[in-house]
């Protein structure tokens, strides 16, 4: 596939480990820029549409790439966000950042195992897993090739990640009190 969104479209890649604040920054984006701006979250595709478990192949990469692609052609900027391991999702998110038209920026979340165990014992789902099974989803640094991602780390508070990313991205947010 070649030639996705235009010009004038967005895409953002958030990656990170379970509990880094990649689903709490991408839904700030989304309250901060208001409509016209898709989220695209690995974990509801994976498990709530598709109802499976993240293996090399799943059909949840395909689909996180056709329904980016549609949203982009559709004129929506695009945030992807997800654990997204490199080794999983590297080709795919590499192929759709190389073929969108417009400005594509990818951050990895790089926040200590012991920060996102806090911040996960805070979840509605903190009940669902535990440090167990985040010990098994780990991986230390989990970049993708080429330099492609700006690192953010837990010294950034989710509105500077916010900002950030508004900001490399050329998006404007919406005026305090208005909502998109």
Known sequence: MAGTGSA????????????SGKSSIARALREAYGRGLAVIEQDYVRRVVLKEKDRP??????????????????????????????DRYGDMLTSLMRD????????????????????HATKPVADEFGEAQ?????????????????????????????????????????PPGQSG
């Open 8 to 19: 004038s479209t967005r895409l953002v890649v958030i990656r990170g480990n379970s509990g």
């Open 57 to 86: 192949g799943a059909a949840n990469i395909g689909l996180i790439d056709l329904m980016a692609r549609h949203a982009l052609d559709a004129g929506f900027h695009v945030v992807v966000e997800g654990i997204l391991y490199a």
């Open 100 to 119: 969108h038209r417009g400005l594509s920026r990818c951050y990895y979340l790089d926040i200590p195992f012991a920060v996102t165990l806090e911040r």
């Open 134 to 174: 985040m010990r098994e989803w780990w991986r230390p640094r989990d970049l993708l090739p080429g330099g492609a991602e700006t690192v953010i780390d837990e010294h950034s508070s989710i509105a500077q990640a916010v900002a950030r990313i508004l900001d490399d991205c050329c998006l404007t947010a919406l």
